[in-house]
Nanobody, 119 residues
């Protein structure tokens, strides 16, 4: 059973920074792409950033130039460095990973971590 465990959310003032981490645990799996999504109250879940197994990245327009996604394949961990945070970045952030595990390929989700940016 593969699990994604997130950490690093919290409360920060506008202009501040936070770093989110998400580690995959289990056995017998390999990870394709990994990413971060967010969902604000009343809104649909949206893609924030995604990174391929080879390190290619893609970002939502709203976070380009402020957020950086990275991964450590040896640790099965993906990070999201968030700088120059804005109140509109407030949301629950979810880690996502596309994982091949015991013959099946599927998406896994973390439990979510709250990010609150005060003005």
């Amino acid at each position: 059973q593969v699990q994604l465990v997130e950490s690093g959310g919290g409360l920060v003032q506008a202009g501040g920074s936070l770093r989110l981490s998400c580690a995959a645990s289990g056995s017998g799996f390999s990870i394709n792409h990994m990413g971060w999504y967010r969902q604000a109250p009343g809104n649909q879940r949206e893609l924030v950033a995604i990174i391929s197994s080879g390190g290619r990245t893609n970002y939502a327009d709203s976070v380009k130039g402020r957020f950086t996604i990275s991964r450590d394949n040896a640790k099965n961990t993906v990070y999201l460095q968030m700088n120059t945070l804005k109140p509109e970045d407030t949301a629950v952030y979810y880690c996502n990973a596309n994982i091949f595990n015991y013959g099946s390929l599927r998406n896994y989700w973390g439990q979510g971590t709250q990010v609150t940016v005060s003005s």
